[in-house]
């Protein structure tokens, strides 16, 4: 599934070369088991790292800063196991492990606290993030999954969701992106927590365009009718994406 949707939109010659160092940012924000839909397939970030490392990466890295311990966090998601045991190096964050990032055009992180370290000669970013619910802004999916790099009182910003998300789009523009449907959290999201919310989607989106595959997997595997996500019009506005996903390089691939 995962080298197809890739082949789709170029194939990973066309976006790894030999020697690249690639940052892989999955979603590992809670304390959840991996069946219950609220992180990053393990299983998908190890295909994705296998991949990536035998289209010539020198290094492959894997990191996340989970809103709890983050120990814990990898651990219990898979993600730390899965990470190692395909060959990439681990980053988890440190107090030491932030630096200040400007980001011009931001409303809420024109300079804000970036979990920098695991960024230090990296030549290639990709996000692999699940689609699942969430309160505040309907729905996370890849680009809410940035979320993940910001340090300090992040929390601040869920007062102004659908802003925060926009901005970044702007502060992170992935090689590409992978939309992890393979498990679905329906309702009952960010965090999960019971089986029943989840449901088995079989299916991985590949976009160059992160709006593009948050307005695909919010209307086409969450199933949600009527009007986006305020934040993928504002990233729109922002010139960041285009949310009619018919037009732009992405590949959906399924498995029965």
Request: aromatic share 8%; proline share 6%; glycine share 10%.
């Amino acid at each position: 599934m995962l080298r197809m949707a890739i082949g789709a939109i170029g194939g990973l010659s066309h976006f790894i070369r030999p020697g690249d160092v690639v940052l892989i940012k999955p979603n590992v924000a809670f304390d959840r088991a991996p069946k219950l839909g609220a992180t990053t397939s393990p299983d998908m970030l190890g295909a994705l790292i296998r991949l990536v490392r035998a289209a010539g990466a020198a290094e492959v890295r894997a990191a996340d800063n989970p809103i709890e311990s983050p120990e814990t966090c990898f651990a219990k998601s898979g993600i730390a196991a899965a990470a190692r045991a395909n060959g990439a190096q681990v980053f988890l964050p440190s107090p030491t492990s932030f630096e200040m990032l400007e980001v011009p055009g931001a409303k809420l992180i024109a300079r804000w606290p970036f979990f920098y370290r695991p960024f230090r000669g990296v030549t290639k970013v990709i996000g692999i993030a699940p689609i699942k619910d969430h309160n505040l802004c309907s729905a996370s999916m890849c680009t809410n999954n940035w979320y993940g790099l910001l340090g300090g009182r992040r929390n601040q910003f869920h007062q102004d969701i659908h802003n925060i998300v926009a901005d970044l789009a702007l502060m992170m523009r992935p090689t590409f992106v992978i939309l992890d449907g393979s498990r679905i959290l329906m309702k009952n999201g960010p965090t999960g927590g019971d089986l029943s919310d989840v449901v088995h989607g079989r299916t991985l989106i590949a976009a160059t365009d992160q709006v593009a595959a948050d307005a695909f997997g919010y209307s086409q595997l969450l199933g949600r009718k009527g009007d986006l996500p305020q934040y993928l019009h504002n990233a729109h506005a922002r010139g960041l994406g285009e949310p009619d996903w018919r037009n732009v390089a992405m590949q959906e691939e399924q498995v029965g």
